[in-house]
Nanobody, 117 residues
Framework: QVQLVESGGGLVQAGGSLRLSCTAS????????MGWYRQAPGKQRELVAR???????NYGDSVKGRFTISRDNAKNTVFLQMNSLKPEDTAVYYC???????????WGQGTQVTVSS
């Protein structure tokens, strides 16, 4: 069983920054991509950012230009630098890993990010 350990969530004022990190405890297979999704109360889970093993990134439209995803392949770790945070960024943020050759992703427990106005 793979455990995804997330850290870095918390409470911040609008305009502030937070950095999330997520480490996969071990590899089942090769990692195709790692990423972050978020879910606000009453809303569907949505993509925040995703990065492939080759470094290709894609972002949700609402975070482009403010958030940056990066990864350390050797440490099975993905980071999410969140700048210029807005109250609408408030959500539980989930780390995810896509495995090469396996259906479905591994998911972390989630970390709460709260942005006050």
């Amino acid at each position: 069983q793979v455990q995804l350990v997330e850290s870095g969530g918390g409470l911040v004022q609008a305009g502030g920054s937070l950095r999330l990190s997520c480490t996969a405890s071990r590899r089942i297979f090769s990692i195709n991509a790692m990423g972050w999704y978020r879910q606000a109360p009453g809303k569907q889970r949505e993509l925040v950012a995703r990065i492939t093993s080759g470094g290709t990134t894609n972002y949700g439209d609402s975070v482009k230009g403010r958030f940056t995803i990066s990864r350390d392949n050797a440490k099975n770790t993905v980071f999410l630098q969140m700048n210029s945070l807005k109250p609408e960024d408030t959500a539980v943020y989930y780390c995810t890993v896509e495995w090469v050759g396996l259906p479905g992703n591994s998911w972390g427990q989630g970390t709460q990010v709260t942005v006050s106005s």
